[in-house]
């Protein structure tokens, strides 16, 4: 179910009540054991052969905790997209990407209602949306953050550990008020493949989702292979616009895929002491 909240007049009252710290935190509870994975529809969690992408994983194995206990206690997830606008043409006469993760994620997982909420902002930056999210999240109460971040952050040729630092305090932000993140990486373009900067903010959001152990969907890394791909087989480059088209519908089964499977991970076991 897509959900439209009204926020321009609560935003500012929210911003102005809510302390430095961000809201109280929850309580954390844990799982004795995660849900059993209902039958998936026919092909509902799978990747068309146009975005396979073979000898690379397009994304973490992390589980989502959140997520898991939402569909324990309620069936329903809420999912606040933020981050990046969605995208234009034929995708966003459909409601955007997200409408196609929505979809499929019911599809996936029957009698799960999905609430996709579209807070994307085209151009902002990391800084500016991990302020933003506080007041999201105190609007909506979200189970996962879907964060696409890096690529204007890159463009704008914002020091790398400054991107690091902004993005690994907002996921410990999100992470202490019981929310779960999924990191969407950076566009792919043909002419940024040698931009040193570029390169070095997308493998510095790696690290970061690696040492905060949260989902890094790698975007950049598996839209490289389909375009060398399609490239090979049509003996030209295909048109940018068209290759952003089938980015985003790619994207949206590669989240699918990674929610469904972080979702019904297992948490890792804690070591034993010696």
Not at 264 to 270: D, I, Q, S, Y
Request: with cysteine; proline share 7%; charged share 20%.
């Amino acid at each position: 179910m897509r959900v439209a909240i009204p926020i321009a007049a609560c935003a500012l009252v929210l911003v102005a009540l809510l302390p430095a710290a961000g809201l109280p935190a929850r309580a954390q509870t844990g799982l004795a054991t995660p849900p059993v994975l209902p039958a998936p529809g026919p092909g509902a969690a799978g990747i068309s052969h146009e975005c396979q992408t073979p000898g690379i994983r397009i994304s973490g194995e992390f589980p989502l905790p959140n997520v898991t206990k939402a569909l324990q206690s309620r069936k329903i997830i809420r999912i606040l997209a933020i981050g990046g606008s969605r995208t234009g043409g034929k995708a966003s006469l459909d409601g955007g990407y997200q409408a196609l993760i929505e979809a499929a994620l019911e599809r996936t997982i029957p009698g799960v209602d999905v609430q996709m909420i579209d807070r994307g902002v085209s151009g902002e930056l990391a800084e500016q949306a991990s302020e933003r999210i506080k007041t999201e999240v105190a609007l909506v109460r979200p189970d996962l953050v879907l964060w696409q971040v890096g690529t204007h952050d890159a463009l704008m040729h914002v020091p790398v550990d400054q991107i690091k630092s902004t993005v690994g305090t907002a996921i410990d932000w999100l992470k202490a008020h019981e929310v779960d993140v999924v990191l969407v990486g950076l566009h792919y373009l043909r002419r940024l493949a040698r931009e040193q900067h570029y390169q070095s903010v997308r493998l510095a959001l790696r690290t970061v989702a690696e040492e905060k152990h949260v989902l890094w969907i790698k975007r950049y890394d598996a839209m490289q292979l389909i375009d060398q791909a399609r490239r090979t087989a049509a003996g030209s480059a295909p048109n940018e616009f068209t290759q952003t088209e089938h980015g985003y519908e790619c994207l949206s089964e590669y989240i699918v895929r990674a929610l469904v499977s972080g979702a019904f991970l297992r948490p890792p076991r804690p070591r034993p002491n010696g």
